[in-house]
Nanobody
Framework: QVQLVESGGGLVQTGGSLRLSCAASGGTFRGYIMGWFRQAPGKEREFVAGVTWSSGTTNYADSVKGRFTISRDNAKNTVYLQMNSLKPEDTAVYYC??????????WGQGTQVTVSS
């Protein structure tokens, strides 16, 4: 079945950068919207960024606009999240998501991002 595996998380200082990767396997992702979500301790999961697999159209949460960039490499079946100018409030577990319209969702295991002040 479809599997999503995140990588690239770690510990960085305020103002630093990280690039997260989401490797997708087990199917074709034409028609999917791929996205990144995050969940901080004591908070609900929130949308961070999304990209359509086919066209590359992107969308961002207001909190990360201008700092984060989502992209996808169709040949590698991989979605990326480039995170710059990181802040302590960006600390969270980041999850990769694949959604086929409104019918099905797939989730990765998550990767921890910690931003120290």
């Amino acid at each position: 079945q479809v599997q999503l595996v995140e990588s690239g998380g770690g510990l960085v200082q305020t103002g630093g950068s990280l690039r997260l990767s989401c490797a997708a396997s087990g199917g074709t992702f034409r028609g999917y919207i791929m996205g990144w979500f995050r969940q901080a301790p004591g908070k609900e999961r929130e949308f961070v960024a999304g990209v359509t697999w086919s066209s590359g159209t992107t969308n961002y949460a207001d909190s990360v606009k201008g700092r984060f960039t989502i992209s996808r490499d169709n040949a590698k079946n991989t979605v990326y999240l480039q995170m710059n100018s990181l802040k302590p409030e960006d600390t969270a577990v980041y999850y990769c998501n694949g959604k086929l319209y409104s019918t099905i969702n797939y989730w990765g295991q998550g990767t921890q991002v910690t931003v120290s002040s």
